[in-house]
């Protein structure tokens, strides 16, 4: 499983908590090494409205967290998909560097149900207790209530994009399958292929042809969790199938490179990924107004 590299160095933190299973947001981590430590990006909230919520779901209510510019207006949606590790601070921040360039960037914890991850620092543990247990059908449900919920927050309707990292990146293109009302799809670095389970029955490969949005896939060259050939393979199984698909692959760049926290971090490749990322979801539609 890609997202159990290069975990070392997160913490716990203590949350309160949401309900009597739902969870707060981690509040934060500690770094791997100086080197990860001082590359770690913090994108301030100034001009912008940012908190925690809690979205309300058809199996309750998932904590989550907010950003947008702190004007009025109605601001196009961009869902975050989480890695594995939860809404810690990477995410938070990522969702606040959405909210600078003019989106309504709200970040869920789908994982909440199932354990509070601010207190797992295991990557192996979380796959098999978390993320191998999460139902797939689920998550498409939570993503459905969460996008409603943006648009009953000054999200518009009609420019919902969303991006994803690491096992969000999976669910992007999963996403991307499911809604029909997607106009954009961005994964980093996201599994393509993997064992189906009765509760996660198919692969991005399985669906690649059955995406209903454009979407761009950000892929390290380096990853031994995910191989090229199968990114290629995903991608030519949507080509075929006539779906607008754009696979970049970062040649020397491995997993989690637009991670800052990590020592994966790659500056050069992150931001050449970061500027496509947003040209994508301008280019197809999820676009602030001005």
């Known amino acids: 499983m890609d997202d159990t590299t290069e975990i070392a160095g997160l913490r716990n933190y203590p949350l309160a908590r949401r309900g009597m299973m739902m969870t707060g947001l981690i509040s934060g981590f500690t770094l791997a090494t100086q080197r990860a430590e001082a590359q770690a990006i913090h994108t301030d909230s100034e001009g912008l409205e940012v908190g925690e919520t809690e979205i309300p779901t058809d199996k309750g209510r998932l904590p989550a967290y907010f950003a947008h510019p702190a004007k009025h207006g109605e601001f196009p949606v961009v869902l975050v998909n989480e890695e594995i590790f939860g809404v810690h601070e990477y995410i938070k921040d990522i969702c606040r560097r959405l909210a600078k360039q003019g989106y309504l960037a709200v970040a869920t914890e789908y994982y909440a149900r199932i354990a509070d991850l601010s207190k797992m620092t295991d990557a192996s543990q979380i796959v098999k207790d978390v993320i191998s247990k999460a139902p797939d059908a689920q998550y498409m449900a939570d993503l459905d209530s969460t996008t409603a919920w943006a ?63 454009p979407l761009l896939g950000l892929y390290g060259g380096q990853d031994p969790s995910i191989p090229v050939d199968l990114v290629r393979q995903a991608e030519a199984k949507a080509k075929a199938a006539h779906k607008l698909v754009d696979i970049v692959i ?41």
């Open 250 to 290: 970062y040649p020397d760049a491995g997993h989690g490179f637009h991670a800052d926290y990590r020592p994966s971090y790659r500056q050069a490749d992150a931001e050449d990924a970061w500027k496509r990322a947003m040209a994508w979801l301008r280019r197809f539609g999820v676009t602030p107004a001005g």
């Open 151 to 213: 648009v009953q927050h000054r999200g518009s309707s009609t420019r919902v994009g969303v991006i994803g990292f690491c096992r969000g990146g999976r669910q992007t293109w999963l996403y991307a399958a499911h809604s029909p009302h997607l106009k954009a799809a961005v994964a980093f670095y996201g599994p393509i292929g993997g064992t189906p389970s009765p509760i996660q029955p198919r692969t991005v490969l399985d669906l690649a042809d059955q995406i209903k949005c």
